[in-house]
């Protein structure tokens, strides 16, 4: 029997984050305390994207609130799949309990957002080269803006990144076929790591065809949002990458399970949540990302406060 504290957060970011589904603003979620009868305590964090598939911040209030404070192993472990970031925060605490020394190695390295549009020329100009390291990794996002507005930005974002540095480009589901092939063609012969979700989710012919064409390799991340979708990807065997949000796929278990069977290439990505999501995602991706992949979470750089002060906050308010 555990007993369990809700900490209800919301977060801006210093600027909008824009995407293809549109502005986002401010990160809302939960983060959670599980204590035991040994006064062992673990934390977790639900920080939903409904846009993903995932609940929403109201449903998953609504059904940790329905365990008025106290919760058994089995509540934990049959939490129903409609409720993927809190079967990820509550897994997690419950994990951290049992193991607190097992902190993550630090990754080798991080893959820097970049703000999407014109912005990433300004920051790529006005940042000194050796803030990003060795070999940055870096990410942007596409199919916001005209597409040959964006390639015109492309072409001089190519020219002032950094030596050997690598760009993953991100269109949340947002290219017609065309515009795949035109973007693909822009990529030919520069350092791109993968396009990632190029063509929405149900397109899934699309995708393939993407992938099987060579040019630049294909990472789903839209697509497999959630364990079943990943399953059903892995069965039929994607041969690119798939991106995994930890904080919303739903059961660790079931990854690992999962990852077990199909040995998958995968990169781990963040969805904005605090140290103590992100925490349990690098623990994650430390046991099962493959390759030695930059990790998706080079985000701090979005929020005022560093998150270990914003934790710390927020566990102190309430
Ligand atoms: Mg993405």
Redesign the pocket.
């Known amino acids: 029997m555990y007993r369990l504290r809700l900490h209800p957060y919301e977060r801006p970011f210093r600027q909008p984050l824009q995407t293809h589904h549109g502005p986002w603003t401010r990160r809302r979620g939960i983060l959670l305390q599980l204590t035991d009868a040994q006064q062992r305590q673990g934390f977790g964090e639900i920080a939903p994207l409904p846009e993903f598939g995932s609940e929403s911040l109201e449903a998953a209030l609504d059904v940790c609130q329905r365990f008025q404070g106290c919760l058994t192993d089995a509540d934990i472990l049959n939490l129903p799949d409609t409720y993927p970031a809190c079967q990820f925060a509550l897994e997690s605490a419950r994990e951290a309990l049992v193991n607190p020394s097992d902190a993550p190695p630090p990754p080798a390295a991080y893959c820097h957002l970049l703000p999407s549009g014109e912005a990433a020329l300004q920051q790529l100009e006005t940042t000194p080269s050796q803030y990003w390291g060795p070999s940055p990794s870096f990410k942007w996002k596409i199919a916001i803006a005209d597409l040959d507005q964006e390639q015109h930005w492309f072409g001089q974002l190519l020219s002032r990144l950094p030596a050997a540095s690598q760009l993953r480009l991100?269109a949340?589901a947002g290219l017609t076929w065309e515009e795949a092939q035109q973007w693909l063609a822009a990529c030919d012969g520069h350092p791109i790591e993968y396009l990632?979700?190029p063509l929405p989710v149900k397109d899934r012919e699309g995708l393939l065809a993407l992938q099987q064409q060579g040019l630049v390799t294909i990472?789903l991340?839209?697509s497999v949002a959630n364990l079943w979708d990943l399953q059903d990807w892995l069965k039929q065997g994607w041969p690119g990458i798939f991106?995994i949000k930890a904080a919303i796929i739903g059961s660790p278990r079931r990854l690992r399970q999962l990852c077990r069977e199909f040995q998958p290439d995968l990169v781990f990505?963040s969805v904005f949540e605090t140290a103590i999501g992100r925490q349990a995602a690098l623990r994650l991706a430390a046991e099962l990302q493959q390759k030695p992949r930059a990790l998706g979470f080079g985000v701090g750089s979005w929020f005022n406060e560093t998150d270990e002060a914003f934790v710390e906050h927020q566990l102190a308010r309430n």
Do not use: C, T, Y
Request: proline fraction near 0%; aromatic fraction near 0%; glycine fraction near 0%.
């Open positions: 991100d949340n990632e979700q990472a991340d839209e991106i990505s």
